[in-house]
């Protein structure tokens, strides 16, 4: 579907019957006009029916943080993150589905990994192996940049934080797609929610035999071993062990991965911005905030509320889901000026909310910061001239705004 007939669809549609959740309008990037809407004429919305139960989506910028920030009221650990429940028989537990104080002492864990004086001890290798990278890639030859350089890239990072076995590390990109797809997507690697938990169990098995030997090591300050020796994580049960590995291997992987491939995309249907850049490379650090924002790696988080509240003007009764949808708010023109278009050289380029707010804020914010600023820096120093080739294939996901595969070109 073209996007003026998106347009026209989300005009013609009676409001009540809107429902976002529909996977299909992040594949076909169609989300957009639905959600100006909903901000224009009901910013906080009940949809009564969809195939994840009722359900409220938030969409606009200030009315997201209100959420972010009152996590009393919009729990973390009653429903889960997602709209989409996790079954019963299967859930997960991980401290980003945690209110306080579980999610405070676990958070507590593993927040060092990312923190500044850790990250200058990366920096090199980041650097290192970018260079590496981007120097075998193919000349006058379409390839695909999701796998050759997003994808090699993050899994790279991440068996660098779990001490992963190198040559290995491609399992770690197989469990982030496993633990984030859609089961109904026609390419997703499992097709059932028993599928999904027997692979799952599968990862945990493979990590468990690395615990056992950094739990007889000295402490050192990868992430399975911090979690070995930690009070708040040494003695967790199996599901949470399982929901937490999930969580950091998603969390420093697909959002950070769809980053790298929707700043090139980004750049590329904005040539004039690409010519800033390239006259300007100082606007890095602004160009990685504004891909961030632009590309929002995560569509929506959800809460649950834990009494009968007031949102806006809404009504929101106990128990019910409350989604945060941070495509919308991101593109809140009243806040982020200009909020549909994409510019490096924006004031306040940090203001939005790919990262989320308050106790659950992205941990690993620095850190993706810093893949993608030294990959655009050695980009630039290469004067790499990389063509699109052909429109992204975008992930069937009402949760993670990916992408699978986007054919380039480096130009000689
Ligand atoms: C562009 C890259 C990234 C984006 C857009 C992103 C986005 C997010 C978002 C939206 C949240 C939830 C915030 C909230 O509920 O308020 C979050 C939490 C989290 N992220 Fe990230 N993330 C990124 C990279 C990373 C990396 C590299 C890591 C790992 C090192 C990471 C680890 C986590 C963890 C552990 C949490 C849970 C925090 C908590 O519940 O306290 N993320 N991230």
Redo the contacts with the bound molecule.
């Keep these: 579907m073209t996007a003026a007939i998106a347009a026209h669809e989300s005009l013609a549609q009676p409001l009540g019957s809107i429902d976002v959740s529909d996977p299909s309008l992040y594949e076909q990037d169609t989300w957009r006009p639905l959600f100006a809407r909903l901000r224009r004429e009901a910013p906080v919305h009940y949809c009564a029916a969809s195939p994840y139960g009722p359900y409220w989506s938030v969409t606009r910028y200030n009315d997201i943080m209100t959420v972010?920030l009152d996590h009393v009221t919009y729990s973390?650990q009653l429903g889960g993150?997602q709209l989409e429940d996790q079954p019963a028989d299967m859930k997960r537990a991980s401290?980003?589905r945690m209110d306080p104080p579980r999610?405070t002492a676990q958070?507590k864990t593993?927040a060092p990994?990312?923190a500044p004086n850790n990250l200058t001890s990366y920096e090199v290798a980041i650097r290192d192996r970018t260079r590496a990278v981007l120097d075998a890639l193919p000349r006058s030859e379409t390839f695909d940049w999701v796998d050759k350089v997003s994808i090699e890239l993050t899994t790279m990072m991440l068996a660098t934080?779990f001490d992963f076995p190198w040559e290995e590390r491609r399992k770690l990109t197989y469990w982030s797609d496993v633990a984030i797809c859609n089961v109904n997507a026609p390419d997703a690697p499992v097709h059932s929610e028993e599928e999904r938990f027997a692979e799952l169990l599968r990862m945990a098995d493979v990590f468990k035999g690395l615990w056992r030997e950094r739990a007889k090591a000295q402490p050192r300050l990868d992430l399975i071993s911090m979690m070995a020796h930690s009070e708040g994580t040494r003695g967790m049960p199996e599901m949470e062990f399982v929901g937490n590995l999930a969580?950091?291997i998603v969390?420093?992987n697909d959002?950070?991965r769809n980053?790298m491939s929707g700043g090139l995309l980004a750049l590329s249907e904005n040539p004039g911005e690409l010519a800033k850049l390239k006259a300007n490379p100082t606007l890095v650090p602004s160009l990685v905030a504004e891909t961030?924002r632009y590309q929002t790696?995560?569509i929506h988080?959800r809460r649950t509320a834990t009494r009968d509240t007031e949102l806006a003007g809404q009504g929101i009764r106990q128990g019910d889901k409350v989604v945060m949808w941070?495509v919308s708010g991101n593109r809140d023109d009243c806040v982020i000026e200009n909020a549909d278009a994409f510019i490096v050289d924006r004031t306040k380029p940090r203001q939005h909310l790919?990262?989320?707010?308050?106790?659950?804020?992205?941990?690993?914010?620095r850190?993706?910061d810093l893949q993608l600023k030294i990959l655009w820096e050695e980009i630039l120093a290469r004067d790499l001239d990389i063509q699109v080739m052909g429109p992204p294939r975008r992930l069937f996901s009402n949760f993670i705004r990916g992408i699978r595969e986007l054919p380039v070109q480096i130009r000689m």
């Design positions: 972010e973390s993150i401290f980003i999610h958070r593993v990994v990312a934080l969580l950091l969390g420093g959002t950070t980053s961030i790696p995560v988080m941070y790919s990262y989320g707010a308050g106790i659950h804020r992205c941990v690993g914010d850190l993706a």
